[in-house]
C-alpha cells in the first residue's frame, strides 16, 4: 500500500518519470493521430481497442470465478488445521480464517468491477473514436476520447493491481511470514515495471545493445 501511495504521487507530479504517465502521453497523441486520419486507421483504431477489451474480459473473468471459489469455500463447513505455531505463523481461528478469506473475495470483487468498468469506457471509445468530426458538431473532440480512454485504462490499472495485491493476502492464509517475503520481493518487481529508465541508464543500455550487435556482427 505504502508502494501504490508513493507510486501515485510520483504519477501526479512526474508522470513521465514513470511507464503510466508515459503511455498515457502516448495514448493521448494516438486518440489524435486515429481522429485526425480516421478514414485510413479505422480499422486499426477497432482492432486495438478489442485486444484491450479482450484483456479486461480475461482478467474480468478470472477476478469472478476465483470469487465464486472463495464464496464456495466461506459458506461450506471447511476449516483449516492448526499444525503450525500462531504465536509464529499466525491465528489460524474461525475468526482469523474468515476475515482472510473475506478480504480476498472482496479484493477479487473489486477487481471484476474495475475491470467491468474499464470494459464499459472501451466500447464507448470504440464507438467514438470512428465518430467523423463534421458530424460531431464539436463534441466528440479528441480531448474527450482521450479522457474516456483514460478512465478505461485507470480501471484496469487499479483493477490489475488489486489482482496482483491479492497474491500476498493469499499467502496471508498460512501465516504473516510469507506475506512479508511476498510483499518484499513484490516492490523491487512493481519498481523496475513502474519507473522509466533515467537518460544516463536508457544511454547506457543503448551502448550496450550497440557493443552487443557490433559483437554479434563479428
Request: charged fraction near 15%; proline fraction near 4%.
Given at each position: 500500500?505504502?508502494?501504490?501511495?508513493?507510486?501515485?504521487?510520483?504519477?501526479?507530479?512526474?508522470?513521465?518519470?514513470?511507464?503510466?504517465?508515459?503511455?498515457?502521453?502516448?495514448?493521448?497523441y494516438?486518440?489524435?493521430?486515429?481522429?485526425?486520419?480516421?478514414?485510413?486507421?479505422?480499422?486499426?483504431?477497432?482492432?486495438?481497442?478489442?485486444?484491450?477489451?479482450m484483456?479486461?474480459?480475461?482478467?474480468?473473468t478470472?477476478?469472478?470465478?476465483?470469487?465464486?471459489?472463495l464464496?464456495?469455500?466461506?459458506?461450506?463447513?471447511?476449516?483449516?488445521?492448526k499444525?503450525?505455531?500462531?504465536?509464529?505463523?499466525?491465528?489460524h481461528?474461525?475468526?482469523?480464517?474468515?476475515?482472510?478469506?473475506?478480504?480476498l473475495?472482496?479484493?477479487f470483487?473489486?477487481?471484476?468491477?474495475?475491470?467491468?468498468?474499464?470494459?464499459r469506457?472501451?466500447?464507448?471509445?470504440?464507438?467514438?473514436?470512428?465518430?467523423?468530426?463534421?458530424?460531431?458538431d464539436g463534441?466528440?473532440?479528441?480531448a474527450?476520447?482521450?479522457?474516456?480512454?483514460?478512465?478505461?485504462?485507470?480501471?484496469?490499472?487499479?483493477?490489475?493491481?488489486?489482482?496482483?495485491a491479492?497474491?500476498?493476502?493469499?499467502?496471508?492464509?498460512?501465516?504473516?511470514?510469507?506475506?512479508?517475503?511476498?510483499?518484499?520481493?513484490?516492490?523491487?518487481?512493481?519498481?523496475?515495471?513502474?519507473?522509466?529508465?533515467?537518460?544516463?541508464?536508457?544511454?547506457?543500455?543503448?551502448?550496450?545493445?550497440?557493443?552487443?550487435?557490433?559483437?554479434?556482427?563479428?
Amino acid at each position: 500500500m505504502g508502494y501504490h501511495v508513493w507510486l501515485w504521487h510520483k504519477v501526479r507530479t512526474q508522470p513521465l518519470s514513470t511507464i503510466i504517465g508515459t503511455n498515457a502521453r502516448g495514448r493521448r497523441y494516438w486518440v489524435a493521430a486515429i481522429m485526425k486520419d480516421n478514414e485510413k486507421k479505422n480499422i486499426l483504431a477497432v482492432q486495438t481497442l478489442r485486444n484491450t477489451i479482450m484483456g479486461s474480459t480475461l482478467m474480468a473473468t478470472t477476478s469472478i470465478l476465483l470469487c465464486s471459489g472463495l464464496a464456495a469455500v466461506i459458506s461450506s463447513t471447511y476449516s483449516i488445521k492448526k499444525p503450525l505455531n500462531d504465536t509464529v505463523y499466525g491465528a489460524h481461528g474461525e475468526f482469523m480464517v474468515a476475515l482472510k478469506y473475506v478480504t480476498l473475495l472482496l479484493i477479487f470483487l473489486f477487481s471484476f468491477i474495475c475491470h467491468s468498468l474499464s470494459i464499459r469506457f472501451t466500447n464507448q471509445v470504440n464507438f467514438l473514436i470512428n465518430c467523423p468530426p463534421e458530424c460531431s458538431d464539436g463534441v466528440v473532440t479528441p480531448a474527450y476520447v482521450s479522457d474516456l480512454l483514460e478512465r478505461s485504462f485507470t480501471l484496469n490499472t487499479v483493477g490489475n493491481r488489486l489482482f496482483y495485491a491479492a497474491l500476498p493476502l493469499m499467502l496471508w492464509i498460512f501465516g504473516p511470514v510469507l506475506v512479508f517475503l511476498c510483499s518484499v520481493t513484490m516492490v523491487p518487481v512493481l519498481y523496475n515495471l513502474d519507473i522509466v529508465l533515467t537518460p544516463e541508464k536508457r544511454k547506457f543500455g543503448e551502448n550496450n545493445n550497440g557493443h552487443a550487435h557490433e559483437c554479434g556482427a563479428v
